[in-house]
């Protein structure tokens, strides 16, 4: 059974960061691209940074670029998404996913989805 699991949400201010993680289970990692999304409140879900499964390719949305770093660890089957300074536009829940397609920040192009984790960046 494919799971994707997210941890490592929570409360913080402008400017400090936090580490996002994605355990997956049902499936390798050397066989899956895995990428992070977002959704505010109001708002549609927004492509944040995905990982190809064996090269290590990144590709990130301008938004985040420069702040974000996705990483992968296959032998944990864990992603992670370290977010820096980070910013109240960042507030959202994000969640993985993944698929056997490619590297893409295109949410329909993927086919398994874990249940989200909640950022709130305020002061």
């Known amino acids: 059974q494919v799971q994707l699991v997210e941890s490592g949400g929570g409360f913080v201010q402008p400017g400090d960061s936090l580490r996002l993680s994605c355990a997956v289970s049902?499936?390798?990692?050397?066989?899956?691209?895995i990428g992070w999304f977002r959704q505010a409140p109001g708002k549609e879900r927004e492509g944040v940074s995905c990982i190809s499964s064996r090269d290590g390719r990144t590709h990130y949305a301008d938004p985040v670029m420069g702040r974000f770093t996705i990483s992968r660890d296959n032998a944990k089957n864990t992603v992670s998404l370290q977010m820096d300074s980070l910013l109240s536009g960042d507030t959202a829940v994000y969640y993985c996913a993944a698929n056997q397609m490619g590297c893409s920040i295109v949410d329909y192009e993927y086919d398994y989805w874990g249940q989200g984790t909640q950022v709130t960046v305020s002061s």
């Open positions: 049902g499936f390798s990692l050397d066989y899956y691209y």
